[in-house]
Nanobody, 117 residues
Framework: QLVQSGGGLVQAGGSMRLSCEIS????????MAWFRQPPGKEREFVTT????????DYEDSVKGRFTISREIAKNTVYLQMNNLRHEDTGVYYC????????????WGQGTQVTVSS
């Protein structure tokens, strides 16, 4: 189970941090990721982090503005979002990929992020 916190309403140019706590299969986590679903659109990849090495990757539009990190001792992954834009609005989901799996198949409940322009 992945439990998300954070989210809400922020003005353009502002910052926000999302958290996602992993409560199951923590020792089998290969990587964690954040996805988002803008209004009326498909869910899209935002960023990912390998759980043990901390290697990260970002979708181009968030590079330099968003930072993914993890705190292994707390089984928690974070998404720090700075310089938010209206187009960052959407429902954000954290996702877990387990060892031996080819995709992210465990998901958080989603949290709404609304950036006012």
């Amino acid at each position: 189970q992945l439990v998300q916190s954070g989210g809400g309403l922020v003005q353009a140019g502002g910052s926000m941090r999302l958290s996602c706590e992993i409560s199951e299969y923590t020792s089998r986590t290969l990587s964690m990721a954040w996805f988002r679903q803008p209004p009326g659109k498909e869910r899209e990849f935002v960023t990912t982090i390998s759980w043990n090495r901390g290697t990260t990757d970002y979708e181009d539009s968030v590079k330099g503005r968003f930072t993914i990190s993890r705190e292994i001792a707390k089984n928690t992954v974070y998404l720090q979002m700075n310089n938010l834009r209206h187009e960052d609005t959407g429902v954000y989901y954290c996702a877990q990929r387990l060892l031996g799996r080819s995709s992210y198949d465990r998901w958080g409940q989603g949290t709404q992020v609304t950036v006012s322009s």
